[in-house]
């Protein structure tokens, strides 16, 4: 799994995976043009589409309606070092029945995202100098 990451002007990014593109911006008080989403949003946007992919499969596979699911995200922010310190996932399906309650909280537990931010994984930085070709 790879995404590219380039460098539109200001504070504006493109992001690029398997043919599909999205744009990166900050709000216009932070530098930016406000043409997309900032770079926390995203990781809220990860967290909360895999937590309803999860959920929706936990209704699908069971036949429960999930036509109606909605997730919502919020984190709230920490320092030292800058960071999200703490994330609430919000899973709405109207008129699920109590007994599947603990079921889809058990497959919203299961995704990725959710996993990867709660054991934190190796990264790895590198900074890459490659050295134009000359034209002759």
């Given amino acids: 799994m790879e995404v590219t990451i380039q460098h539109l002007g200001d504070v504006k990014f493109a992001a690029s995976a398997r043919g599909h593109r999205v744009v990166c911006d900050q709000p ?3 530098g930016g043009s406000d043409s997309g ?3 926390p949003e995203y990781l809220l946007v990860s ?3 895999c937590a309803g992919f999860y959920a929706a499969q936990y209704l699908k596979v069971r036949s429960i309606p999930h036509q ?3 997730v919502k995200v919020s ?3 920490a320092t030292q070092p800058a960071r999200l310190g ?3 996932i919000e899973v709405t399906v109207p008129g699920l029945d109590p007994q599947h309650q603990a079921g889809v909280l058990r497959a ?3 995704c990725l995202i959710h996993n990867t931010l709660l054991h934190a994984p190796a990264i790895e930085t590198v900074i890459s100098t490659p050295v134009a070709a000359h034209a002759g």
């Fill in 28 to 30: 216009a008080d932070n």
């Fill in 75 to 77: 984190a709230e922010k």
């Fill in 47 to 49: 967290l909360g589409t």
């Fill in 68 to 70: 109606s699911l909605e």
């Fill in 108 to 110: 919203v537990k299961a």
């Fill in 86 to 88: 703490q994330f609430r």
């Fill in 37 to 39: 989403m900032t770079p």
